[in-house]
């Protein structure tokens, strides 16, 4: 079997690429291990939500899948307010005060995943393999080869790794990228609020970690407390209604009592990069290529960003290009390395600075925080930055 590209891995950031390749006049081929469960219609909310800027949303609306979204599960956020460690720091955003509608949408992963799901069966142009487990990568100068554990054999131009975190490609590419954990889980879980949000996400840099509730649709919020392991098993341990009086205590209130509506989960912390996005007949797309801190919630973004560069580069090569070209690849690599880079440098020394206990850094970043919110022109790129 021969294709021109094919994607390991159709979670949102592969699955998304496979959707904005198609335009690009390749023969496309996806291989997931674990296709998603079909939903069982009961309607509850998924704890993993992600802030999706309105940049992801326009690339997400060219593969066709953003309008098929149940509106009634996603929700717009319209101000930010952050909260150093200190009472009197805070840092506020308001998209009106930017000249835009939204800061970003909240969008479960499930729902997510869903619609992308649903856009690569409708696509006739892209050959869906789930489940298709991997056993052989074999990149030669003329073609990369793929055995799955089936059996079969498929031939390819270029092969993306789109297969997360742990990324099996990226191992058989013999591509480094040394993880630095952050010995820290983000505990996610939803609440009804007694107070309405009125579309404000809120974050604290805390002593104990960063605790972010992002506004869900009615009076509903999603919790990410990026905390220190130990303390993250704790709050695992919680009773529900212990669980609620600790993060609305933690929140100091901002939106009242609060009720449990989906439990606890939680997820490792790590920053990793990839020495090499690229390599002649492969290409890392997502958390394959790197993972960032969730204190910005732009791992995702990051993701689609990657995604949209690599369609755009393949879909410019040329008619007669290959495009699992090394040169062509570059491209790619050139035009991700700055902004991979500022975002994990970023969130990075975000998390280091509030994580640490020395009394004269607490002055510096809650100062820092005071001083950034009273620089418009400053907060104004900065959102401009975020929204993609
Ligand atoms: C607590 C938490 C909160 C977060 N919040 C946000 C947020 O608000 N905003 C944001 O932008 N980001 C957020 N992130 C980051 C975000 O979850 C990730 O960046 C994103 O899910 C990465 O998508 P991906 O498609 O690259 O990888 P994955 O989602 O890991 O998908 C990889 C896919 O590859 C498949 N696969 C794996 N191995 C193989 C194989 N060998 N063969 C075939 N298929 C394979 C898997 O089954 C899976 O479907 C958060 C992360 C955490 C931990």
């Not at 009125?198 to 506004?215: E, I, M």
């Not at 999603?222 to 709050?235: C, E, F, G, P």
């Not at 960003?305 to 570059?330: I, K």
Request: charged share 20%; glycine share 8%; proline share 5%.
């Amino acid at each position: 079997m021969d294709f021109d590209v094919i994607v390991v891995g159709s979670g949102l950031v592969g699955a998304s690429l496979a959707l904005a390749l198609r335009t690009a006049g390749l023969t496309l081929a996806v291989v997931e291990a674990q296709p998603p469960r079909p939903a069982t219609g009961t309607g509850a909310w998924d704890s993993r939500v992600y802030a999706i800027s309105p940049g992801s949303a326009t690339f997400l609306d060219r593969c066709g899948v953003w309008s098929e979204l149940a509106q009634a599960r996603v929700s717009q956020v319209e101000e930010m307010r952050i909260f150093g460690d200190d009472v009197r720091s805070e840092i506020g955003f308001s998209a009106y005060a930017a000249g835009l509608r939204e800061l970003a949408f909240i969008v479960e992963n499930r729902e997510l995943q869903r619609v992308l799901w649903d856009g690569l069966k409708r696509a006739p142009d892209v050959a869906v393999i789930a489940p298709g487990s991997c056993r052989a990568l074999t990149l030669a100068a003329e073609l990369a080869q793929l055995e799955l554990g089936d059996g079969r054999t498929l031939r390819a131009r270029l092969v993306v790794g789109a297969d997360g975190a742990d990324s099996w490609v990226r191992t058989q590419a013999a591509i480094e990228a040394p993880p630095r954990p952050y010995h820290q889980l983000g505990v996610v879980a939803n609440f009804a609020t007694a107070k309405p949000h009125r579309g404000v996400a809120f974050q604290w840099f805390r002593s104990d970690g960063v605790l972010a509730l992002l506004p869900l649709p009615g009076n509903l919020a999603s919790m990410v407390w990026s905390t220190a392991d130990a303390h993250a098993a704790r709050l695992l341990e919680l009773a529900p209604t212990e669980l609620a009086a600790q993060v609305a205590a933690a929140s100091r209130g901002v939106l009242g009592d609060l009720q449990v509506i989906t439990p606890a989960a939680a997820f490792p912390l790590r920053l990793q990069r990839a020495r090499q996005l690229v390599k002649p007949r492969l290409a890392l797309v997502g958390d394959a290529a790197h993972n960032v801190h969730p204190l910005a919630g732009q791992g995702v973004n990051l993701g689609f960003r990657d995604a949209r560069e690599l369609a755009w580069v393949l879909a410019q090569r040329g008619v007669q290009a290959d495009c699992g070209d090394y040169r062509l690849l570059r491209r790619y690599e050139r035009a991700r390395q700055e902004d991979i880079a500022t975002m994990q440098l970023a969130t990075d020394t975000l998390q280091r600075l509030f994580n640490n206990d020395n009394p004269w850094l607490a002055r510096l970043r809650n100062f820092g925080l005071r001083l950034t919110n009273r620089q418009t022109q400053l907060k104004n790129l900065l959102v401009q930055h975020a929204v993609g």
